[in-house]
């Protein structure tokens, strides 16, 4: 494991890597720093060109089935006042917004991030209290998770991922000497979590406190935490959400909805939406019944253009389209953890722990929100990232990954003999 003992922000030496038999070395030699270097100077480009192929792609086939899932709506009564381009024309104001925000947070410089992690954490927590106030936060179905500004509705649970990210990485580098101690190095950030997750129950928004506990609690593992003390925390941590599984009875239901959606008392409740995903994937088999040809979007699938827009890929596009966003999913979140393990080597633990960061909470939500689709997890209200519709939730997906982008083009930077 990884232990960065020794590291100071204000003076960064190379992380130390302790081998059994308490034997120390250095994971990266100078010699081999120098030939990244010169390797890097024949031609690197000076942006991953890959990732931002594979974001696009994504955001596009976003936009695109979120029209298919959307253009019958406005048959509804809740939707006839709606025109059938309603949600795309929204979607595609998300995307475009999210554009320019991912290139106004590409410009700022790592250590710029870091000094401002805190404070963006604690913002997100007063946003957290205020989306909850009677008459502020804007109640859907029952969740009070929105910020009405008119123009947008803000979602203070999204951002706070992204927050999360940003503080849990700048903690387990200011916190390297304790990252043993249970008292000195989890209590505190355990804490402030804890607070947060409470928060998003009130919301309720279970899906949230699941990724934003995942993000937190994979820093700390990356950051170096002790193995022993990490098992207990992931022991805690399951008897915490099976206790608030116990004691919620419509969580409880969901829990047996999941478990067999089509048992004859289920299907009509819990399991309804579940059944129906399951249905669309029934219908798609390997290639799809074509683009536009989707029948559970015809109100039989609820919240097909947010948590179940896989399952119109799937009935859609088939099996071939499913596995092609599964792939691209992946990529992402592999090149992710590439670009962090890269920062480490070049001695930039802040911006590698970022990196692993996002490409963790990408990951974690693609697979919760997939796993929910197909019936492998309880149904949870989270969307797949960077396709579903969401105004919030693409914005930050897309500064997440130009933070990413941030990180790596700086390791291309200092790979060249510059500066970050």
Same mark, same amino acid.
């Given at each position: 494991?990884?232990? @960065?003992?020794? +590291?100071?922000?204000?003076n960064?030496?190379?992380? *130390?890597?302790r081998?059994?038999?308490?034997? /120390?070395? *250095?994971?990266?030699?100078?010699?081999?720093?120098?030939?990244?270097?010169r390797?890097? =100077?024949?031609? %690197?480009?000076?942006i991953?060109?890959?990732?931002?192929?594979?974001v696009?792609?994504?955001?596009?086939?976003?936009?695109?089935?979120?029209y298919s =899932?959307?253009?019958?709506?406005?048959?509804?009564?809740?939707?006839a006042?709606?025109a059938?381009t309603?949600? +795309?024309?929204?979607?595609?104001?998300?995307?475009?917004l999210?554009? /320019?925000?991912?290139?106004?947070?590409?410009?700022?410089? %790592?250590?710029?991030?870091?000094? @401002?992690s805190?404070?963006?954490?604690l913002?997100g927590?007063?946003?957290?209290? /205020?989306?909850l106030?009677p008459? $502020?936060?804007?109640?859907?179905?029952?969740?009070?998770?929105?910020?009405?500004?008119?123009?947008?509705?803000?979602q203070?649970?999204?951002?706070?991922?992204?927050?999360?990210?940003?503080?849990?990485?700048?903690?387990?580098?200011?916190?390297?000497d304790?990252m043993?101690?249970?008292?000195?190095?989890?209590l505190?950030i355990?804490? =402030?979590?804890?607070?947060?997750?409470?928060?998003?129950?009130?919301e309720?928004?279970?899906?949230?406190?699941?990724?934003? =506990?995942?993000?937190a609690?994979?820093?700390?593992?990356?950051?170096?935490?002790?193995?022993? @003390?990490f098992?207990?925390?992931?022991?805690?941590?399951?008897?915490v959400?099976?206790?608030?599984? *116990?004691?919620?009875?419509?969580?409880?239901?969901?829990?047996f909805?999941?478990?067999d959606p089509?048992?004859?008392?289920?299907?009509?409740?819990?399991?309804?939406? +579940?059944?129906?995903?399951?249905?669309?994937?029934?219908?798609?088999?390997?290639?799809?019944?074509?683009?536009?040809?989707?029948?559970?979007?015809?109100?039989?699938?609820?919240?097909?253009?947010?948590?179940f827009? @896989?399952a $119109?890929?799937?009935?859609?596009?088939?099996?071939?389209?499913?596995?092609t966003?599964?792939?691209?999913?992946?990529?992402?979140?592999?090149?992710?953890?590439e670009?962090g393990?890269?920062a480490?080597?070049?001695?930039?633990?802040?911006?590698?722990?970022?990196?692993?960061?996002?490409?963790?909470?990408?990951?974690?939500q693609?697979?919760?929100?997939?796993g929910?689709? /197909?019936?492998l997890?309880?149904?949870k209200?989270? *969307?797949?990232?960077? %396709?579903?519709?969401?105004?919030?939730? $693409?914005?930050v997906?897309?500064?997440?990954?130009?933070?990413?982008?941030?990180?790596?083009?700086?390791?291309?930077?200092? %790979?060249?003999?510059?500066?970050?």
């Amino acid at each position: 494991m990884l232990n @960065l003992s020794g +590291l100071r922000v204000s003076n960064l030496r190379w992380p *130390t890597l302790r081998l059994p038999g308490g034997r /120390v070395r *250095t994971p990266v030699p100078m010699s081999q720093r120098v030939t990244m270097r010169r390797a890097a =100077a024949s031609g %690197m480009q000076a942006i991953d060109t890959q990732v931002i192929g594979v974001v696009a792609a994504l955001l596009l086939l976003g936009l695109v089935m979120v029209y298919s =899932a959307t253009i019958a709506l406005p048959d509804s009564p809740r939707f006839a006042k709606y025109a059938p381009t309603h949600f +795309l024309v929204r979607h595609a104001f998300a995307v475009a917004l999210g554009a /320019v925000l991912a290139l106004a947070a590409f410009a700022v410089p %790592m250590r710029r991030w870091q000094q @401002l992690s805190p404070l963006l954490f604690l913002i997100g927590f007063v946003l957290l209290i /205020v989306v909850l106030i009677p008459g $502020v936060g804007k109640v859907v179905f029952g969740a009070r998770r929105w910020l009405s500004l008119y123009v947008v509705n803000l979602q203070p649970s999204e951002l706070m991922k992204l927050f999360v990210v940003l503080y849990a990485a700048d903690y387990t580098v200011r916190k390297q000497d304790f990252m043993q101690s249970l008292r000195k190095g989890f209590l505190p950030i355990g804490g =402030a979590v804890a607070l947060v997750g409470v928060l998003l129950l009130l919301e309720p928004d279970m899906g949230a406190f699941v990724v934003i =506990a995942a993000i937190a609690m994979g820093l700390l593992f990356l950051g170096g935490v002790n193995g022993k @003390l990490f098992s207990f925390l992931v022991l805690i941590s399951g008897a915490v959400f099976a206790a608030i599984i *116990t004691f919620s009875p419509w969580r409880r239901e969901r829990i047996f909805a999941y478990l067999d959606p089509f048992d004859p008392s289920i299907a009509a409740g819990k399991g309804y939406q +579940l059944l129906h995903s399951l249905i669309a994937f029934g219908r798609g088999e390997l290639f799809g019944v074509g683009l536009g040809g989707s029948v559970e979007k015809l109100h039989y699938l609820p919240e097909a253009h947010t948590d179940f827009l @896989l399952a $119109v890929i799937g009935e859609e596009l088939g099996l071939v389209g499913v596995m092609t966003v599964i792939v691209m999913f992946y990529w992402l979140t592999k090149r992710g953890f590439e670009i962090g393990r890269q920062a480490i080597a070049l001695d930039r633990i802040y911006s590698g722990l970022v990196a692993k960061g996002v490409a963790l909470w990408i990951g974690v939500q693609a697979f919760i929100n997939m796993g929910v689709n /197909v019936g492998l997890l309880p149904t949870k209200g989270l *969307t797949l990232p960077l %396709m579903s519709y969401g105004g919030t939730g $693409v914005l930050v997906n897309m500064i997440g990954i130009a933070i990413l982008l941030r990180v790596d083009f700086e390791n291309r930077k200092l %790979m060249r003999g510059g500066s970050a």
